[in-house]
């Protein structure tokens, strides 16, 4: 048997265990994920190969970057990219059930392809745990979630807090959000978009802000439905897949019961910290 490669990493308490024939090249956000810890959650074989499997069964699911056929007793999951030199979307790596991926010997091997192709959401998500596009700011030892579209200022807003409140940016992009107890946790995960800021800490979620742009400082705290529906497009998922949907609904239905979520027209400067200071009273 052939010595294998082992990683073990944990993001929001869930355990991977990873081992490959050749050694992964290791990136720095991903090194505080890495862990000790003796349980295992999901545990990997990840085989290189000049040729993935051919697809068998049904088309489950599509996605934008993804096709899952079944044949009633395994999925295969192929994730695309657009490769420059043939000038089309190509798969690099084909996931069968949750315990092995074969990805394409010319691609290499490093943790973000890794990660990107075992779709890490929906792994998280069969573990109660979402991936939500927000940047997560802690204060106070809790957190603020600032959430909407790209280029609405969530890493502005992060900033500024850094720079008016002595807040940190836990993560500028995603936030893993699961419910302990009473309580809304967000983790930090190695997803964090161009910030390049990722830190492996968990945190009672205080509030969730959906920003947009104003010319004044206004916001209003949304009722459950307008805060589930706000919400429900920031979640890394395919929804195209019941099993996924009906994860995240269950979820995030847990959130908007349990943490306060506001919609804030703000400017992009420090007047927007102070005003929402004031305003959740902290």
Known sequence: MLNMFRYKYSFADVTFLVESE??????????????????????????????LPEPTGELHSVSERRKTYSDGRHYMTYTYFFDMYEIKDMPYACRIDDSTLYILNKYGLRETAVFDALNLPELMLKKAV?????????????????????????????????????????????????????????SGIPFCGTSGICHNEQLPVRAIICLSKGRTNNI??????EAYLSLLGKFAYNSYSVEESERVYELLSEIVETVPVYSYECLKDESAVLFLKEYLNL
Do not use: C, P
């Not at 050694?23 to 074989?45: G, H, L, R």
């Not at 209003?220 to 439905?225: A, E, F, K, P, T």
């Open 22 to 51: 050749k050694e992964i090249q290791q990136e720095e956000k991903y090194a505080v994920f890495y862990t000790e810890s003796e349980s295992i959650d999901f545990s990997v074989i990840i085989r290189l190969t000049d040729a």
């Open 130 to 186: 979402g991936i939500m596009h927000s940047s997560v700011v802690k204060y106070r030892n809790a957190a603020i979630l600032f959430a909407g579209d790209k280029q609405v200022g969530k890493s502005t807003q992060a900033a500024l807090w850094e720079k008016t409140a002595d807040a940190v940016t836990v993560n500028g992009d995603r936030g893993a959000l699961k419910k302990s107890g009473s309580s809304i946790i967000v």
């Open 220 to 225: 209003r705290q949304l009722n459950g439905s």
